[in-house]
């Protein structure tokens, strides 16, 4: 069963061919990178070799000489193309420059080369590296947390366990038991990504204001919210430009993100108040105390969550022609602005009968090409997130 099937089937083209172009696969922790990695490897064209630098402490480049060495010779000793794998790349210190020797080493010595896949779930340090020294040697696969319809056909999940458990694979286990699923959740995820993906290998100087904002945010995705609010919430903050580079990370990290209110005018696009949004929608529940059952009593409560998953589902999707946005002025406003190459629609939540919805004024001062108000009777929910938002255009 085949998962992330577009970035597998390209993936799969790319080796049997024969590239020697680095291939680097990019994406948060636990969303498929190593089982898309074993898929590949399954194939009888081709000799799969996998290492993990994640618990490497010292020696790093002792470390990745001696594998890729290995690899090397079994590639001399075998009929078939020999694919290196190395997962969590970004945990060697200069990667980026050991890999750039071993492979130009190889091509000025006429070495029959190895074919390397690169894993990282860092996306700023393995950007940095990927610049700085593998200009023109690599391409990059960029993997987004799982959408429903791949977590429907895997667990069978229904639209409404989306909602309250997200889209991590790896916790569908526990979901039958939620306080385990809580905890899981808490410490082998949230706990995992923030200690190692961003306290470890960035500089933070306040870390607790980092945990601080990521609570925050994840209490209020959905919702509009700007930093200088923030501020008035958080006594250890300064200034608005450190909150703004630690969402930055967080958004890295595939935790949370700030999205843009949608503006002609880019520079406004870029001072607007961010709407928080969680990438994830397991970050909310289980942060929260309701349980799945309860979760769904509340129906403006339930109502937040649900747009929140919707965010998460739209954003799993986006890519360089697809852009998430939302839209405010004044009492009006806009859930979900999506843009597709040059077209956009306007796309408005409504699950409790109390919100009033902006898209009649949207849809007067920009004329979008096409707005969706969703409902029961026609575009429900539940059908949306079964979709790839680009069949909306």
């Not at 922790?29 to 490497?56: C, E, M, N, P, W």
């Not at 700007?226 to 250890?236: A, K, R, W």
């Not at 979900?336 to 004024?361: A, M, N, P, T």
């Not at 949207?362 to 979709?387: C, D, H, R, T, V």
Request: aromatic share 12%; charged share 25%; glycine share 6%.
């Amino acid at each position: 069963m085949n998962f992330h099937r577009d970035i597998y089937s390209e993936l799969d083209t790319r080796l049997s061919q024969g590239s020697k172009l680095i291939q680097v696969i990019v994406g948060p922790r636990q969303v498929g990178k190593t089982t898309l990695v074993k898929q590949l490897f399954q194939s009888k064209l081709r000799l799969g070799v996998y290492h993990t630098a994640d618990a490497i402490l010292s020696n790093g480049a002792q470390w990745l000489e001696s594998i890729y060495n290995e690899a090397q010779l079994m590639q001399k000793q075998s009929d078939l193309p020999v694919v290196l794998a190395i997962d969590e790349i970004q945990k060697i210190f200069n990667w980026s420059e050991i890999i750039k020797k071993l492979v130009d080493q190889d091509k000025f010595n006429d070495d029959q080369s190895i074919q390397l896949i690169l894993l990282g779930s860092s996306h700023w340090l393995l950007q940095k590296g990927l610049s700085e020294s593998l200009a023109g040697r690599f391409e990059q696969w960029n993997l987004r947390h799982w959408t429903y319809q791949e977590l429907k056909t895997a667990f069978n999940l229904t639209p409404e366990e989306y909602v309250f458990f997200g889209a991590y694979p790896g916790t569908f286990e526990f979901y039958h038991d939620e306080d385990r699923w809580r905890s899981y959740v808490r410490n082998a995820l949230i706990e995992t990504v923030i200690t190692k993906d961003v306290l470890l290998m960035h500089r933070i100087e306040k870390p607790a204001l980092l945990r601080s904002l990521f609570e925050l945010g994840i209490q209020y995705s959905g919702q509009i919210l700007s930093y200088t609010q923030v501020l008035g919430q958080m006594q250890e903050a300064k200034n608005t430009t450190t909150l703004s580079h630690y969402l930055d990370l967080l958004q890295q990290a595939g935790l949370l993100c700030g999205l843009q209110k949608f503006a002609i005018d880019k520079a406004r696009q870029r001072s607007s108040s961010p709407k928080w949004q969680v990438m994830n929608n397991a970050l909310v529940s289980s942060l929260g105390v309701e349980t799945f059952s309860e979760a769904q009593i509340n129906l403006k409560s339930w109502g937040r969550k649900v747009e929140s998953a919707i965010g998460a589902h739209l954003l799993s999707y986006q890519k360089e022609d697809l852009k998430l946005f939302y839209w405010n002025e004044s009492n009006a406003e806009v859930d979900f602005v999506i843009q597709w190459k040059d077209k956009y629609v306007g796309l408005e939540v409504k699950i409790s009968k109390d919100k009033v919805s902006g898209l009649h004024r949207f849809a007067n001062q920009f004329k979008p090409y096409k707005i969706y108000q969703l409902s029961e009777e026609g575009l429900s929910w539940q059908k949306l997130i079964g979709m790839d938002p680009r069949e909306l255009f």
